[in-house]
């Protein structure tokens, strides 16, 4: 049987997956709140933090929002590619290029426990499109 906690992380894990784009925790909130209107921020907020903890979601730092993660594989090192035009985020894992930038930081004696690397810019899809 799952906890409350569990079945709010899969009720915010849901919405996350059926956007394509980033929400924040008040976008996610006011999408659960029409089935449960007595859902609070700090409920979300929690969800969102065992979720990122477990791999399955991602915080966008630069635009203060969350992705589900999108990779078979839950990783410790994601490059999201944030599109400015439509607001789509595509992730990679690049375990070489994970490495290189831990032992690039080992030499000053920090220890990253994960890597998280935000580009913007343009997406394929929106890149065809004319410039406004």
Known sequence: MST?????QAQVL?????HECPLSAYQILAELSRDNPKMAPPTVYRALAA????????????L????ACKCDVHQRASILSICNN??????SVE??????LSSILSKSGFEPTRHVI?????????????SP
């Open 4 to 8: 409350r906690g569990e079945r709010t």
């Open 14 to 18: 849901a919405v996350l997956r059926k």
């Open 51 to 62: 979720l990122m903890k477990q791999g399955h979601v991602h915080r966008l730092e630069s």
């Open 64 to 67: 203060n929002a969350f992705v």
């Open 86 to 91: 439509c607001g789509t985020v595509a992730e």
């Open 95 to 100: 375990p070489e290029l994970m490495s290189q």
């Open 118 to 130: 935000e580009v913007h810019g343009r997406c394929a899809a929106c890149g065809d499109e004319a």
